[in-house]
């Protein structure tokens, strides 16, 4: 059971985040840019297609992917509250982009080294994506800093947004100490002072100092989310819910 | 290629023109070499170039947004990746024709503004609205079919830049078409509601897809000068024809009618005869009274403006890791 929510809340993150960069296509601020956000956008569906039929298939009660992706309601959503954030301007994007991407990368490179293979994997494969996405991330965050008053104000402000949600990354509770019993676990607790090392790096880069500290907000990996995942999840799943039982 | 402009200027424009290398220059054309960015040619032939690369870079970026509109709706995972795939291919398509546009001494942003003022057209099939996921299925199956058709021909254009953009982009676009078939084909064969929905998105596409291969040969002012240039290698009705004789089977291999009491296999002439376009129509979506024009500028003017700040902290940024590289060597 908690292997299939392990999976699952893998799977959420990746695929909420792709969701929000793909409201991108068509409107970014260059062409250049729009087609490197659909290319992280594509990553993060085709990993979120692969964690989300992992998990189905530990569940073992038929649902594949796409059952999960769009038949579930809010509360059974798993992803962390910072992938669900809105996308704001360029500058509040990039911010969350670069918050999850350089824990993804950490993430994935010790869950490629875990026991069990069907993760082992994934995440082998994922990581070198996650890669190129904080780093493409990390340049956005020094070009912004580092350019203009508006850019910077911008990247500051983005950043503040995002950051009551970067404490969330780090938390373990029973479902990550089961999956670290049965081998597909990284103590996420862990990766923290690595995090603040890369992130503390770029923001230096970037003429930027690290948001003051504050109240994490926390939730999302019980199903306690924001306003906003409700709305996405209407405008994602509308076909699924408007045509039950039709294949497309 | 989208073939929407319509003005007939740019005859005139030769006179003062050095006569030998007027006459080098089309001999070459004839001869069907590739003529390249430093090589001499006559300003209406560059002018000329501009515009129709520039429209079909333009038609490229606008034609993300119908699409676009429905990759946070797609309904399954495939479908999504395979839509939001295809639209950053036509992101892609529109950088290689600005590219090769600025080959000819003209800029990115010229180009833009010259869209976004109006003054610069993009295909007219861009300005109706996707109402339904049957659409995203129609554009891919009929728009990028007939942007294949008039493509085609133009890998052996006689600008070399633009010949090979179109090679790159034409391997693309066969991908386009079939995944956009295949969307129809399965709402085809689905329940009653999504073939409703296959139906109607071919009822609402069909006429303006076959607008987008222009005017009627006999109202298409450049067709002539633009074939001698070899920048244009068949005619708009010729193009016309070739593409009604190859989509009415495959619509009517999944079931679906199309929408023209007019429609009938001519046995003599080995092809359809079909109905007349509503040339009024289309006369009208190249003026900008297309159902959504409105709504496809907003969204390009927004994403520019949105963007501004973003571009110039970009160059800044760039300029002062420049200055500073060079102090510190
Ligand atoms: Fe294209
Ligand atoms: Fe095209
Ligand atoms: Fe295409």
């Given at each position: ?13 990746s695929l909420i985040?792709?969701q ?9 601020p260059?062409?250049e840019?729009d ?13 979120a297609s692969?964690?989300l ?16 992706a769009?038949r ?19 500058a ?9 991407s350089h ?5 994935l490179?010790r ?9 082992a994997?994934i ?5 070198k ?6 780093t493409?991330a990390?340049?956005?965050v ?7 008053d ?11 947004w ?7 990354l ?22 923290r ?5 890369r992130i ?8 930027l ?10 939730g ?10 409700g709305?996405l999840?209407s ?10 039982g039709?294949?497309w | 290629m ?16 050095d ?6 220059f ?8 590739f ?13 000329t170039?501009i515009?129709?690369?520039?429209q079909?870079?333009?038609s490229?970026?606008?034609?993300m ?8 709706r ?13 639209v950053?291919?036509e ?5 290689y024709?600005y590219?090769a546009?600025e080959?000819?001494g003209?800029?990115?942003d010229?180009?833009?503004e ?11 099939i ?6 339904t ?22 890998q052996?254009t006689s600008?070399g830049?633009y010949?090979?953009a179109?090679?790159r ?8 078409q079939?995944?956009g078939?295949?969307?129809m084909?399965?709402?085809?064969q689905?329940?009653p509601?999504?073939?409703?929905m296959a139906q ?5 596409w069909w006429w303006?897809s076959l607008?987008?291969?222009g ?6 002012p ?14 708009n009705d ?9 989509t ?6 999944i ?18 005869d079909?109905g007349?376009?509503?040339?009024e129509?289309?006369?009208?979506v ?13 969204a390009?003017?927004?994403a ?7 571009r ?11 200055s500073?590289?060079?102090?510190a060597e």
């Amino acid at each position: 059971m908690s292997l299939t929510i392990y999976a699952q809340r893998l799977g959420d993150d990746s695929l909420i985040l792709g969701q929000r960069l793909s409201e991108w296509c068509g409107h970014a601020p260059a062409i250049e840019v729009d087609l490197s956000l659909a290319n992280v956008a594509l990553d993060l569906i085709g990993q979120a297609s692969h964690f989300l039929g992992l998990a189905g298939a530990i569940e073992g009660k038929g649902r594949d992917a796409d059952a999960l992706a769009f038949r579930r309601d809010v509360m059974d959503f798993t992803n962390c509250l910072l992938v669900e954030q809105p996308n704001g301007d360029f500058a509040q994007t990039i911010a969350r982009q670069f918050l999850f991407s350089h824990y993804q990368v950490l993430f994935l490179e010790r869950l490629a080294a875990a026991q069990d293979e069907r993760f082992a994997a994934i995440a082998a494969k994922a990581l070198k994506e996650v890669s190129y996405h904080a780093t493409l991330a990390s340049d956005w965050v020094v070009r912004l800093g580092d350019g203009t008053d508006e850019s910077k104000a911008r990247m500051i402000a983005g950043l503040d947004w995002m950051w009551r949600f970067a404490d969330e990354l780090f938390v373990m509770d029973d479902v990550d100490a089961a999956a670290i019993t049965a081998g597909a676990g990284v103590d996420k607790a862990a990766l923290r002072p690595a995090w603040d090392q890369r992130i503390d790096a770029v923001l230096a880069d970037a003429g930027l100092v690290r948001p003051a500290a504050r109240r994490a907000t926390l939730g999302g990996r019980t199903g306690r989310h924001s306003e906003h995942l409700g709305h996405l999840l209407s405008e994602m799943q509308f076909l699924q819910r408007a045509y039950p039982g039709a294949t497309w | 290629m989208y073939t929407t402009d319509l003005s007939g200027k740019n005859k005139a424009e030769a006179v003062s023109e050095d006569a030998a290398k007027v006459a080098a220059f089309e001999a070459r054309v004839a001869n069907d070499e590739f003529i390249e960015p430093k090589d001499w040619m006559p300003e209406a032939y560059r002018k000329t170039l501009i515009r129709q690369i520039s429209q079909h870079a333009h038609s490229e970026i606008v034609g993300m947004l119908p699409e676009g509109n429905w990759i946070t709706r797609a309904p399954n995972l495939r479908r999504k990746a395979i839509l939001l795939a295809k639209v950053q291919d036509e992101g892609g398509h529109g950088l290689y024709l600005y590219a090769a546009a600025e080959t000819l001494g003209v800029s990115r942003d010229e180009m833009t503004e010259a869209l976004l003022s109006g003054k610069a057209k993009y295909s007219t099939i861009f300005n109706y609205p996707t109402l339904t996921w049957a659409d995203i299925g129609a554009i891919g199956w009929l728009v990028d079919g007939a942007a294949i058709m008039n493509q085609v021909p133009l890998q052996r254009t006689s600008y070399g830049p633009y010949a090979r953009a179109m090679v790159r982009i034409c391997k693309e676009e066969s991908f386009h078409q079939r995944q956009g078939y295949e969307i129809m084909m399965h709402l085809a064969q689905g329940t009653p509601e999504q073939k409703r929905m296959a139906q109607d998105a071919i009822d609402r596409w069909w006429w303006p897809s076959l607008m987008m291969f222009g005017p009627p040969d006999d109202k298409s002012p450049n067709t002539e000068q633009s074939m001698r240039w070899r920048i244009k290698r068949e005619t708009n009705d010729e193009l016309r024809q070739k593409f009604v004789d190859i989509t009415v089977p495959q619509a009517h291999a999944i079931g679906l009618s199309v929408p023209d009491p007019a429609l009938k296999w001519n046995e003599a002439r080995g092809a359809h005869d079909f109905g007349e376009v509503d040339w009024e129509e289309f006369y009208a979506v190249v003026r900008g009274e297309g159902p959504v024009a409105k709504e496809r500028m907003q969204a390009r003017q927004k994403a520019w403006d949105d963007g501004a700040w973003v571009r110039e902290a970009a160059r800044v940024h760039a300029e002062k890791r420049a200055s500073a590289k060079i102090a510190a060597e």
